[in-house]
């Protein structure tokens, strides 16, 4: 099983970026899909997450009203759709699944992708 995550780059402040999480070897759908992201000297903190059904979805509120994630069951691959973009959004982000858990602690997700890394700057 795996889950790759990609689409990050360079960005001006405002802008906009949408990341994917394609998952290999199993069913997105079976699974709740957290959305994670670490900037450098800082922990990680959860950004977002969407329940196996896509029935229900958390923002960090850092991230309300700018981000929205979602779900395409034929491409079996999640999104995360990022606007008005902050320098603060600088990050490596990462998506993760879990098998039973739908929340925001990191402990919960079974298995991590590898990060793709978002830069917001002029």
């Known amino acids: 099983v795996q889950l790759q995550a990609y689409g990050g780059g360079l960005v001006q402040p405002g802008g906009s970026l949408r990341l994917s999480c394609a998952a290999k070897?199993?069913?997105?759908?079976?699974?709740?899909i957290g959305w994670f992201r670490q900037a450098p000297g800082k922990e990680r903190e959860v950004v977002s997450c969407?329940?196996?059904?896509?029935?229900?979805?958390n923002y960090a509120n850092s991230v309300k009203g700018r981000f929205t994630v979602s779900r395409d069951r034929a491409k079996n691959t999640d999104y995360l759709e990022m606007n008005r973009l902050k320098p603060e959004d600088t990050a490596i982000y990462y998506c993760a699944a879990a098998w039973g858990y739908f929340g925001t602690e990191s402990a919960g997700y079974d298995f991590w992708g590898q990060g793709t890394q978002v830069t917001v700057s002029s």
């Open positions: 070897g199993f069913t997105l759908g079976d699974y709740a």
């Open positions: 969407i329940s196996g059904s896509g029935g229900s979805t």
